[in-house]
């Protein structure tokens, strides 16, 4: 596998852990936060493992379309979980945006999407 590919998945795991440590001491903004980003990190890395040039972009939706046109079983992934539910986090968890806070619920549901991404991958 090439080294590039390698660090991404690398990143994509280590986001993903430190989602959970979140989750674990109640931070669920930065849980939701991590789980965007290590969903994005795992998508990027997929692509990158087919020669794509690296896609600037935070939408997850868009980025699991382009991984579905280079393989088609992404399609099942994509019916099997709303990867968009992920999508807000990467900017509502940065910035005062919202009236409510993030819930228990929401970071645990984030995880276990960049879980089934991460598997999937």
């Given at each position: ?46 692509l ?14 868009f ?59």
């Amino acid at each position: 596998m090439k080294e590039d590919v390698i660090k991404w998945i690398n990143l994509a795991k280590e986001d993903l852990e430190v989602a959970k440590k979140n989750l674990k001491e109640g931070y669920y903004r930065h849980a939701c936060f991590w789980a965007h980003s290590s969903a994005e990190k795992f998508l990027k890395a997929f692509l990158l493992s087919k020669n794509k040039e690296l896609i600037k972009t935070h939408d997850l939706e868009f980025l699991a379309n382009e991984c579905s046109k280079l393989d088609e079983s992404f399609s099942e992934l994509l019916d099997k979980i709303n990867i968009s539910y992920l999508n807000p986090y990467s900017i509502e968890t940065r910035y005062p945006l919202r009236e409510t806070s993030f819930s228990f619920e929401e970071a645990k549901e984030a995880i276990e999407i960049a879980e089934k991404v991460k598997e999937f991958v």
